[in-house]
């Protein structure tokens, strides 16, 4: 069975860091097309970021400079570290995995981001 | 604003069918296989509930069904049930390594 589980959200000032982390079970996530999504509440969501098998990394428009996904193979994890906090980054960080077609069949419960001074 | 137009609310009494449409454009439905679309109750995560614009994912009920024509999708739960009262996202490949998701259909069974 698969599981994943995002810790690591909090509040935090604007221009502030934070990173995310996503636990995988019952898949590689060094095998495996990852990605993060983001859901402000009350709205829709919204790609943040992806992580290739073979290293490529891809950010929305709003992110890219500021967050930074990568993975640890022997922890099989997945992460997000985000500087330059802005209030519009506030939101509940989703971890999933990708399969054809930037379908994500397997989601975490997420982890809320809040930027607030 | 959304790439994908999905309208804010739908309905439909118990037992009765209601369709969700999802409007792209030719650029986002251009892989026009990569259609998907999620169910997500209130304080749950997204679940996909059909892939490449009409497969079901294990376990999802046959009610569910998605269809495609030109640059709108569409998502059709059949034998409405309390049960599917919740927010509906379609989503689609887009090329260059990137997706987007529609603004999201709340579905209400009256």
């Known amino acids: 069975e698969v599981h994943l589980v995002e810790s690591g959200g909090g509040l935090l000032q604007p221009g502030g860091s934070l990173r995310l982390s996503c636990a995988v079970s019952g898949i590689t996530v060094s095998n495996s097309y990852m990605s993060w999504a983001r859901q402000a509440a009350g709205k829709g969501l919204e790609w943040v970021s992806a992580l290739y098998p073979d290293g490529r990394t891809f950010y929305a428009d709003s992110v890219r400079g500021r967050f930074t996904i990568s993975r640890d193979n022997s922890n099989n994890a997945l992460y997000l570290q985000m500087n330059s906090l802005r209030a519009e980054d506030t939101a509940l960080y989703y971890c999933a995995r990708l399969i054809a077609g930037y379908t994500a069949d397997y989601w975490g419960q997420g982890t809320p981001v809040t930027v607030s001074s | 604003q959304s790439a994908l137009t999905q309208p804010p609310s739908a309905s439909g009494s118990p037992g009765q069918s209601v369709t969700i449409s999802c409007t792209g454009t030719s650029s986002n439905f251009g892989f026009y296989k990569y259609v998907s679309w999620y169910q997500q109750h209130p304080g749950k995560a997204p679940k996909l509930i059909i892939y490449e614009v009409s497969k079901r994912p294990s376990g999802v009920p046959d009610r569910f069904s998605g269809s495609k024509s030109g640059n709108t999708a569409s998502l059709t739960v059949s034998g409405l049930q309390a049960e599917d009262e919740a927010d509906y996202y379609c989503?689609?490949?887009?090329?260059?390594?990137?997706?987007?998701f529609g603004g999201g259909t709340k579905l209400t069974v009256l």
């Open positions: 989503g689609s490949y887009t090329g260059n390594e990137w997706g987007v």
